[in-house]
């Protein structure tokens, strides 16, 4: 493997990692749990984050959160080889890191879920 390809690699495990850490962190500021969660139910635990925002966000953050599942969908395409990392475009690598740091804000900007009134 090239040089080019394990540090493409390298750059999705971090993405990966990254959206890990977004999935269990909204999960834990909203449900509150009495022992930390396993990093599993990734794509589910991404929604969680529509809990972390005001009512007028939460259609925006929903479909970050959606985009956020088809970047982790994506990126075990790669990391298992159903997708050669060396086809993995500067452009595309760019977005799903646009896409992270997006979901990274939405998460620090929330001290806790947000009271919301009843429906």
């Known amino acids: 493997m090239s040089n080019a390809a394990t540090h493409r690699r390298h750059q999705v495990i971090g993405l990966r990692i990254r959206l890990e850490r977004v999935a269990v962190g909204a999960f834990t500021a909203?449900?509150?749990?009495?022992?930390?969660?396993?990093?599993s139910s990734i794509e589910t635990r991404l929604l969680f984050l529509v809990g972390l925002v005001e009512d007028s966000r939460g259609p925006g953050v929903h479909r970050l959160a959606r985009l956020g599942q088809h970047v982790y969908r994506r990126t075990s395409d790669v990391l298992h080889g159903r997708t050669n990392a060396l086809?993995?475009?500067?452009?595309?690598?760019?977005?799903?890191?646009?896409?992270?740091?997006?979901?990274?804000k939405v998460l620090g900007d929330a001290a806790g879920p947000v009271e919301r009134r009843p429906h």
């Open 87 to 104: 086809d993995l475009s500067d452009v595309v690598a760019d977005e799903w890191r646009a896409v992270v740091a997006d979901m990274e």
């Open 30 to 39: 909203v449900c509150c749990p009495k022992k930390p969660p396993r990093a």
